[in-house]
């Protein structure tokens, strides 16, 4: 199999299975959990679905990318929350129930989220090449992203060894997964690498910040609980960035605009390990409330 092929075939495949293993993670009783803390949920998705767009918009304009980068930043932006938001949740004691709820709405939006954001950027920037999301490639999008999460779900349902069994597997494949495609993607532009990193590491960087303060923050001023806002950050921080590549890869079919996901896939752990860190320090440093 030629590198086309296996990055329109077998990257949608890896991609696939990927979501398959999330939706054997999942169950109607996370849906339904939204119902029981429904704020919650509606502040975290409305920070990422509405404000983190504006914030990487502000970000490629101020420091004046490359139309197809700035269309990468944008599909980052538009990617939803990955499942490791759930263990960064859990290893800093944040909300996981909240977490794996966030998740779950989130498959279900980014199959929407994603071709609106990314063909305003594109008409927006006026990228060269064919990257519009026509309404075939949309299809592709929920194929990819929507299809296997509900899969999984039926799966678990009628045989919860089974999806038992199966997730450190396909946990393994997921970290394998988006390890071989980040490095192949940047691999892929070596020659223009210095630049890409030159022109995307202070905006990814930068954007990588702000989304977990973005998530930390804004929960903490709608007045949701300590442990809702650590999951909030961490569902905000950190981008499901193997969607965003496989789109880019596949579905674009452009390396550049898959250049920010691929950087930022390495930034996101250095940076929400840093931040989790800096808030468990600073809520066991706090003085006792008096009861």
Do not use: W
């Amino acid at each position: 199999m030629n590198d086309s092929a296996l990055i329109t075939v077998g990257l949608p495949i890896a991609l696939a299975i990927i979501m398959f293993g999330l939706g054997l993670s999942l169950t109607v009783d996370d849906f339904r959990r939204v119902a029981k803390s429904p704020r919650a949920v509606v502040i975290a998705l409305g920070l990422q679905v509405l404000i983190l767009p504006l914030i990487a918009f502000g970000l490629v304009k101020a420091f004046d990318l490359d139309p197809l980068l700035a269309v990468g930043v944008m599909l980052l932006a538009a990617s939803p929350g990955g499942t490791t938001a759930n263990l960064f949740s859990h290893l800093f004691r944040g909300d996981v129930a909240l977490n794996v709820s966030l998740t779950a709405i989130n498959s279900v939006l980014a199959a929407v989220s994603i071709p609106v954001i990314t063909n305003l950027a594109i008409n927006h920037f006026e990228a060269e090449g064919e990257l519009g999301l026509q309404v075939g490639k949309v299809l592709q999008v929920i194929a990819i992203v929507l299809v296997p999460v509900g899969i999984g779900m039926l799966v678990r349902r009628r045989s919860p060894e089974f999806a038992g069994s199966a997730d450190r597997p396909v946990r393994i494949f997921s970290i394998t997964t988006l390890v071989a495609v980040s490095v192949g993607a940047l691999l892929g532009e070596r020659e223009n690498l210095a630049d890409y990193v030159e022109q995307v590491g202070a905006v990814t960087s930068i954007f990588c910040l702000a989304s977990l303060t973005l998530g930390y923050a804004g929960a903490r001023l709608f007045q949701l609980d300590d442990k809702q806002a650590i999951a909030c950050a961490m569902e905000v921080g950190i981008h499901n960035t193997t969607v965003a590549l496989t789109i880019a890869l596949s579905v674009l079919d452009n390396t550049e605009v898959a250049i920010p996901s691929a950087v930022y896939s390495v930034l996101m752990y250095v940076f929400a390990t840093a931040f989790g860190f800096a808030i468990t320090r600073n809520r066991r440093a706090a003085p006792a409330t008096p009861s």
